[in-house]
């Protein structure tokens, strides 16, 4: 069982996608943070996101 952390609001304001540079925004429900111009969804592991492309998993839409 995975514990979800929710994701400090100041540090959603001041993260952006590493690719693109674009706000992301958080996905509670699969713990991650999604870069919509991208399409690319960052881990959040132990309540740190992870912000490295290779780590990310592509979305659809």
């Not at 540079?21 to 509670?28: A, I, V």
């Not at 943070?33 to 881990?43: C, M, Q, R, T, V």
């Amino acid at each position: 069982m995975t514990l979800s952390h929710k994701v400090d609001p100041k540090l959603l304001e001041i993260l952006v996608c590493p690719l693109t540079k674009t706000t992301l925004r958080y996905d509670e429900a699969a713990n991650e943070l999604i870069s919509d111009k991208a399409k690319l969804a960052y881990p959040i592991r132990d309540g740190i996101p992870i912000m490295l492309v290779e780590e990310a998993r592509k979305v659809e839409g």
